[in-house]
């Protein structure tokens, strides 16, 4: 084999190479251990890149860990809409870390930096993985290290928060397991591929049992995609975060996302029986509920930072009820809307943070302050990332919106679905109008607050998140062919069956 046969392994044996490396180094060589994590997203962002240009073409790449044959051995899937979530995964992270060291928050205690490798093992492997089991130890390893990074920083806010976060998941591994355990004894594999075929031929008097197994398993992907009522737990977790890790999270809902788009079509698609596209009476409505309460949020909230945390909540809701329809161009539209409303709350994180660092006392309050350094340049950011998140023009959201209404239009409740996504845009609207003029526009007395000279250099991260979000606008037909072939592909799970149970790379 050659080292271009061993890309599907690299984006997870790079961050758990770099997470320990950077563990031993960093109490006597903190410099070390900060390039060793940046260095290693970098190697991400490569591999991850390598691997789209591998799968453009439609190729489905299968890597069999320790040569062990599917569906009896560990095997990691890597096709369009992987590599997609890769790159997306990789290209946060280095937005995250730059923040969190120019702004020194990796500097709050000794292991945020192999803490958040780990971290992105866990994602990485959640994108990569081909079998349920594998799929819920990743979500083990990104959550454990999920747990120490939100508590990044401490405080009594984060500590209560944390210990509801902590219960939450725990909740929904076990859960996890047993719809594991259901499925393998109904089935008798774990491998998607594999379970996508056995399903068909379950006797009818187990028809029932599987369709309890798959409804646990869509609940257990509903609560890590936050979708109501399921996302109680994400605004306090997200909003007392520390900012730059709370950036990173904008991809953690998205992992729920992913995992209801590959494991749906690809073992519960059309010859499933009882179990058949078993979210779909319930997805849609689920997801117009979460884009209304999320916005509703944004309207409401007391600060930037809960304001972004409610942003996630909509969001996610409105890309959901793209996937709801599961269509080749519904899918489509929602994937290029994922990788938009990613970059889009990760901006309104770090924004929100830029300016609670310059506001002092007030922190970032939806309530006039004084004035502080750099208060245009900082306001016409937070402008950018509001315009990002509500989906208005020129910025990728505006396009994603227009896909989405378009796919659905020929859809049934299509009215619903346009009347939801209009008028939570409109909401979030005059949510962040309301925000902004607080902050930026009105001034509580006539103290200027003045920002350190280190902290200058804190808007570089918001500024590259904006940037990639104008790129995703200008690139959108691109972008939105790649999406499109990417939702193909996954509706296609013949194809991902043939390259893993069959040949192995197609």
Known sequence: MTFADHLPILPIVIPALAAPCALLVMRRRRGLGIAISLVSCLAMLAAALA?????????????AVGEWPAPFGIVLVADRLAAMMLVLAATLALIALLHAVVTGADRKGWHFHPLFQFQLMGLNGAFLTGDLFNLFVFFEVLLIAS??????????????????YVVVNLVGSSVFLIALGLLYALTGTLNMA???LRVAQIAPAEQGLLRIAALLLVSVFALKAAVAPLHLWLMRTYAVSTPAVAALFAIMTKVGVYSLIRVVPQVFGDGA????????????????????????????ARSMSEQAAYAVIG???TLLIAVAGWTPDSLGAGLYYLAHSTLAAAALFLVADVAARRRGGFGDKASPGPGFAQRSAVGLLFMLAAIAATGLPPLSGFIGKLLILKSVAALPDW???????LTTTFIGVIGFARVGSAVFWKRADAVEATASAASRADIAAPIIALALLAALSAGAGW????????????LNPTASASAVLEEGVR
């Open 51 to 63: 691997l789209m240009a591998r799968v453009q073409d439609g190729t489905i790449l299968a890597y």
């Open 147 to 164: 747990y120490g990074l939100m508590l990044h920083g401490q405080g009594p806010a984060r500590l209560k928060a944390g210990v509801q």
């Open 194 to 196: 594999d379970m996508g």
């Open 273 to 300: 029986g009882a179990a058949a596209w078993v979210p779909a009476p319930y997805l849609l409505p689920a997801a117009m509920v979460s884009a209304v309460i999320g916005f509703a949020g944004v309207f409401v």
């Open 315 to 317: 969001s996610t809701g």
């Open 415 to 421: 009215g619903w679905a346009w009347g939801v996504i």
């Open 479 to 490: 972008a939105s062919a790649y999406a499109n072939a990417a939702a193909q592909q996954v």
